[in-house]
């Protein structure tokens, strides 16, 4: 009964935290783009545009769900429905904090603890094509056609690079399980640099690592290699005939999407939970030095904002406030054991997903028979040249 | 609590695996005579594969031995690359007669 | 619990299978398919076979359906047509595979004995152990059946030419 309880809070919190992040990723990535491209982005509504994913969200519930006469019904209405439930689904089997205990109850962050967690990531994110390709057929429309039968194809094509590059680190890990793969890749060399795969002995990762993220960008359907909604070619791909909800049913199904390969990359690469160096050297105090740091930069730019700008004379101090406030929990220590964890797993994928909006805003998209060439002549047998070296070594080093 | 027209045993027979498999294999083979899509009557084989593969790991349980699944590994790698050539086989037929009826594709030559 | 999901799943395979051979659209028939393989490796699970439950999804619905749903989608292939001398064929052959299933049903039914009950958990095939057996005992047809690949990868080829 306790176990029931305990899991359907957690439910209730992880949908609640992945549905907010895919809303305000919306945002941040509009800012950050902006900012690469040196405008504000969304200002206007709420502070900083900060109420813009609301707004956004009221704007597409009202919006008319249009099925055009020519399409498939049943196909189109399944497609987003698939895509968005797919794209969610990961997210149940990272694990985010170590084993906690708190009121009197052992607990940790991560719905599942699933011994073949690698497995059903892959397998799932492997079902993620049927939303893209099964829509762009039922719109009965030649872009989206086109967009459905490239996501189809890329799909399959880095899967093998992406497959390949999550079995290097396995090699070192010898197991499927995520926590013990973050568990495994505790503690320091030299009693500095931490134990993470990237910087495994006798092999570093960071190939693997740097293979995983191309192939999650096109996994994901991300620029340089988001070819099937390429807006100068196809209008706007598999979903040029979506309206509403269902529109929006893709684009949080790409969110969730980064959010899982961002969570994956920090779990097998990135040593999960794990800081950056040790808590011997203070690495506890970097959360709530920071949020302290944000928290007195906001206070102080309040007694500056701009004369046309005189509600942020409100809002900064306010959200200051918070910040301090916030980091203040930091040193309960009741709280600590959590949150300290998840704020260093939370840096690392949220690092990952600022990596995915930077490089949309810095790299042009590749052609198809780039895309194709890339993904089979470079891509791939770097990825098997990679896993053979890793085997050998591991091999001789086991010796 | 309503008492239900069949007793449900408390854990699956073997045998209702068995008969789940054949219930499919049937299936399969029964689209594989009757339609006339060449795709369909491929995805019908495929189907009668899982059905096989579903025996496989029934008698992997009950054995206890891991033969079985191993057994059903190597069925999808033989599907997996039976579809590679078979989906090529049939881009092919489509290329030179444009039709995908297995009826219309009957002579060896055009 | 064990008997509630494997009936779900059950009637799930066959009613998806059933919805295969009944639809005439190849795409609704690849979506059904998918469905039976989704809802095996579901009863994979219920049998222990971890690793090959992962290996249908990643494999099967992952890989294998989505090229035949990308060659429905490259080649347009439109509704069967509805057939024309079907009769006999199926006047025939529903009778016999009728019987064929009843005769496994009875074989199953009556030839495994009643106390072999499938306990979930009392046996787990995991990636370790199916790897151990594969490259092991069964490493000779590993290494062929990476032949058989390496040919099959040959033959697409070819086969998708332009020229032929």
């Known amino acids: 009964m306790e176990f029931i309880i305990i899991t359907l809070v957690k439910m209730a919190l992880t949908a609640f935290v992945l549905l907010t992040a895919c809303a305000y990723l919306v945002w941040i990535e509009r800012k950050v783009l902006a900012h690469i491209q040196l405008r504000p982005g969304p200002y206007f509504v709420g502070p900083h545009g900060l109420l813009q994913p609301l707004a956004d969200l009221i704007k597409l519930l009202t919006k008319e ?7 498939n019904p049943f196909f189109y209405l399944l497609a987003p429905f698939l895509a968005v439930t797919l794209g969610l689904t990961s997210i149940v089997v990272i694990p985010f904090t170590p084993e906690f205990e708190i009121f009197g109850v052992k607990t940790a962050m991560g719905l599942t603890d699933l011994n073949i967690a690698v497995l059903f990531v892959l397998a799932i994110s492997s ?6 390709a099964i829509g762009g057929w039922a719109s009965n429309n030649k872009y989206s056609l086109m967009g459905g039968l490239r996501s ?11 497959a390949l590059a999550i079995v290097a680190p396995l090699l070192l890990m ?19 640099i931490p134990k993470w795969n990237v910087f495994a002995m006798p092999v570093p990762q960071i190939f693997s690592f740097l293979i995983f993220m191309t192939a999650g960008f096109a996994e994901t359907n991300r620029v340089p290699f988001d070819l099937p909604e390429a807006e100068s070619e196809l209008v706007a791909g598999f979903h040029t005939e979506y309206s509403s909800m269902m529109f929006a049913s893709f684009f949080m199904a790409e969110y969730a999407n980064i959010i899982t390969i961002c969570c994956v990359a920090t779990v097998l690469f990135l040593g999960g939970w794990h800081p950056l160096w040790p808590a011997g050297y203070g690495s506890d105090l970097v959360p709530p030095l920071l949020l302290a740091a944000a928290g007195a930069m906001l206070l102080f730019h309040a007694g500056q904002a701009v004369r046309w700008r005189s509600w942020d004379r409100f809002s900064f101090p306010v959200i200051g406030v918070i910040f301090l406030g916030l980091s203040g929990f930091f040193f309960i220590p009741l709280l600590k054991p959590i949150l300290v964890p998840l704020f260093w797993f939370l840096l690392k994928a949220g690092f990952l997903i600022f990596v995915f909006i930077w490089i949309r805003g810095t790299l042009p998209r590749f052609r198809y028979d780039q895309l194709m060439r890339f993904a089979w002549t470079f891509l791939f047998p770097v990825a098997v040249v990679n896993l053979l070296v890793t085997g050998l070594l591991v091999a001789l080093a086991g010796n | 609590m309503p008492q239900l027209p069949i007793a449900l045993p408390s854990q699956v027979p073997l045998s209702w695996y068995l008969i789940l498999s054949v219930i499919l294999f049937v299936t399969g083979a029964a689209g594989f005579l009757l339609r006339r899509n060449i795709i369909t009557v491929f995805m019908c084989i495929e189907l009668m594969l899982n059905a096989v593969n579903l025996t496989f790991i029934a ?10 699944n191993v057994f059903s590994f190597f069925v999808m790698v033989v599907a997996a690359a039976e579809a590679a050539v078979g989906l090529a086989i049939i881009l092919t037929v489509f290329k030179n007669r444009s039709t995908l009826e297995v009826d219309e594709v009957s002579s060896m030559k055009l | 619990m064990d008997v509630v999901l494997f009936l779900l799943f059950a009637s799930v395979a ?8 009944l639809q005439t659209h190849p795409i609704s028939s690849a979506l059904s398919l998918i469905g039976v393989m989704g ?11 971890e690793f090959i439950a992962a290996v249908q999804l990643i494999v099967y619905a992952g890989a294998i359906m989505v090229l035949f749903v990308f060659v429905i989608m490259l080649l347009n292939a439109g509704a069967e047509k509805r057939p024309t001398r079907k009769v006999l064929r199926t006047a025939v052959a529903l009778p016999l595979l009728f019987t064929l299933a009843g005769v496994g049903a009875w074989l199953a039914a009556t030839q495994t004995p009643k106390t072999d009950a499938v306990k979930f958990g009392a046996y787990t095939a995991g990636p370790a152990e199916v790897g151990r057996a594969i490259f092991t005992s069964y490493l000779l047809p590993f290494e062929v059946t990476s032949i058989l690949i390496l040919i099959a990868i040959l033959g697409a080829i070819v086969l998708a030419r332009k020229e032929i």
């Open chain 3, 14 to 21: 066959v009613g998806c299978a059933i919805n295969l051979v």
């Open chain 1, 174 to 192: 010898n197991t499927l399980n995520f926590r013990t793969i973050i568990e495994a890749q505790s503690g320091y060399w030299f009693g500095v």
């Open chain 2, 59 to 68: 008698f992997s349980h009950k054995l206890k031995q891991v033969d079985g």
């Open chain 1, 127 to 132: 079902l993620g094509v049927y939303g893209i």
């Open chain 1, 152 to 162: 189809a194809s890329q799909m399959i094509s880095y899967e093998l690079p992406l």
């Open chain 1, 65 to 71: 769900g249009v099925v055009p006469a020519s399409v």
């Open chain 3, 39 to 49: 809802s095996l490796a579901v009863l994979y699970l219920l049998l222990g076979g």
